[in-house]
């Protein structure tokens, strides 16, 4: 069974686990090893401290993903990687080309591995790590992001207002893609403001859906 993690904020209570089909097994244990799948390195592994509210996203979901969205929309990208964990996906987008990358992450040893696993990848200069609640750091990025990750605890049921800060103006570039991963029974709506439904995919009980930002008014 999923994992889940609660999270206070001024949404309620976040509960994100999207589907677990593909992470099952990832329990209890000592270590988590992840592997980049693609771009300048690839295969390199990572062994991170298990936890119980540490859901990654395999490494056959992950290069599915990187795989349904093409190098043009991840070279060159600024990309935003929310709830971060261990911070796979966006270790992933700079490996394949991404200009830069910011992670949010609440836990502060996480925070600290993923400083880690950059400097230790010779990305810490094109890498950012800031630590706190996804919710308050939206309220203070630069924005202009063409690739944002929102892979929350399964436990979110509030993607409409996670989604709705995604609408602020500035913060996603003209054409920017939202990658959602959550729970395949999660209802997703095909669109949120400026964000419209590119794809749906579903591996086991993880779903993933891509958003496309459209155009501000006026």
């Not at 729970?183 to 579903?202: F, I, V």
Request: charged residues 30%; contains cysteine; glycine residues 16%.
């Amino acid at each position: 069974m999923a994992k889940k993690v609660l999270y206070r904020s001024k949404w309620g209570v976040l509960v994100l686990t999207h589907g677990l089909g593909s992470r099952a097994g990832w329990g209890r244990g000592k270590r988590v090893s992840l592997r980049i799948t693609g771009g300048e390195h690839r295969g390199r592994r990572f062994r991170l401290p298990r936890g119980a509210d540490l859901r990654p996203t395999s490494d056959r979901v992950r290069g599915a993903i990187f795989s349904i969205l093409g190098a043009d929309v991840v070279r060159g990208a600024r990309a935003l990687d929310l709830y971060a964990g261990t911070g796979a996906l966006g270790l992933e987008a700079l490996s394949r080309g991404a200009e830069s990358v910011e992670f949010v992450e609440l836990s502060a040893r996480r925070c600290r591995r993923i400083r880690e696993a950059l400097a230790a990848l010779g990305l810490d200069e094109r890498g950012s790590v800031h630590g706190g609640r996804v919710e308050r750091a939206l309220e203070s990025l630069d924005g202009g992001y063409g690739l944002v990750f929102a892979d929350p605890p399964y436990a979110l049921d509030d993607w409409q207002g996670l989604m709705g800060a995604l609408n602020r103006g500035g913060l996603m570039a003209e054409g920017g893609v939202v990658v959602a991963e959550h729970r395949r029974d999660t209802a997703m709506m095909d669109e949120y403001g400026r964000l419209s439904l590119l794809t749906r995919r579903r591996y086991g009980d993880t779903a993933i859906s891509m958003y496309e930002a459209g155009g501000i008014d006026g």
